[in-house]
């Protein structure tokens, strides 16, 4: 953006300040703000599940994790949802990560993933689809996530931004920039289209049965 050429962000999680300085915000440069549904979903869950108590909210230790929980959880640790406590967890390593998931059913009635594609090893990043299939295997309480990985050997259920949708709009700034209208002129957006998903397999696996005002909105998955 400094060097002149305008910029459309997208698919940032946190302040825009934690990723810019002040000067390319100003003047050259707008976009849109992904703001993950994480209260929205800990809603979703305690009406699925509506004898859980206390939730785990997972993230692998991020900029896209901590943005969310900075963003979303406003920094805090734990947040009330109705009657239930969500926790806030994060962990970089895949030790670390394996040991919180084994032992969650200890704690927790349900686990929700906001971020698991930065969990590393000795060896580098694990592959966040072997992330996700170990984590639904190896939990013995439901998992849920923000993105689309929902199956049989994946999250229970998901609600999760509308990726085209989020394309599309910042696209459409892009075509307006290139028609002569100045970034700085354009306000900064937030994408807030989202969809719910769910696995046939992994709610019988669990004996969940959806309310009928969840089931009606939802898309099911095998």
């Known amino acids: 953006a400094l060097s002149g050429i305008?910029?459309?962000?997208?698919?940032?999680?946190?302040?825009?300040?934690?990723?810019?300085?002040?000067?390319?915000?100003?003047?050259?440069?707008?976009?849109?703000?992904?703001?993950?549904?994480?209260?929205?979903?800990?809603?979703?869950?305690?009406?699925t599940l509506p004898d859980s108590r206390k939730i785990l909210v997972l993230s692998d230790g991020s900029i896209s994790g901590l943005g969310q929980k900075e963003t979303q959880l406003h920094h805090n640790d734990a947040i009330k949802v109705g009657r239930a406590k969500a926790s806030f967890i994060d962990s970089s390593t895949w030790d670390?990560?394996?040991?919180?998931?084994?032992?969650?059913?200890?704690h927790y009635d349900a686990i929700i993933l906001i971020g698991y594609h930065a969990v590393h090893d000795d060896n580098g990043v694990i592959d966040y689809?072997?992330?996700?299939?170990?984590?639904?295997?190896?939990a013995k309480i439901p998992v849920f996530s923000i993105q689309n990985h929902v199956g049989p050997e994946q999250a229970v259920g998901a609600l999760v931004l509308d990726g085209v949708s989020h394309g599309k709009r910042a696209g459409a700034?892009?075509?307006?920039?290139l028609g002569g209208a100045k970034p700085s002129s354009i306000a900064v957006q937030q994408e807030v289209?989202?969809?719910?998903?769910?696995?046939?397999?992994?709610?019988?696996?669990?004996?969940?049965?959806?309310?009928?005002?969840?089931?009606?909105?939802?898309?099911?998955l095998p």
Not at 129 to 138: D, G, P, V, Y
Not at 173 to 177: F, K, Q, T, V
Not at 200 to 214: A, V
């Open 129 to 138: 689809m072997t992330n996700i299939r170990w984590t639904a295997k190896h």
């Open 96 to 106: 670390g990560w394996q040991s919180i998931v084994e032992t969650a059913h200890q």
């Open 6 to 47: 305008p910029t459309v962000f997208y698919g940032i999680n946190a302040n825009p300040r934690n990723y810019f300085t002040n000067q390319q915000r100003q003047i050259n440069m707008t976009g849109i703000l992904e703001r993950v549904p994480v209260v929205q979903l800990l809603r979703v869950v305690t009406s």
């Open 173 to 177: 700034i892009a075509r307006e920039i």
């Open 193 to 220: 289209k989202t969809q719910l998903l769910f696995s046939r397999q992994g709610l019988t696996k669990y004996g969940i049965n959806l309310p009928k005002h969840i089931k009606d909105r939802a898309m099911m």
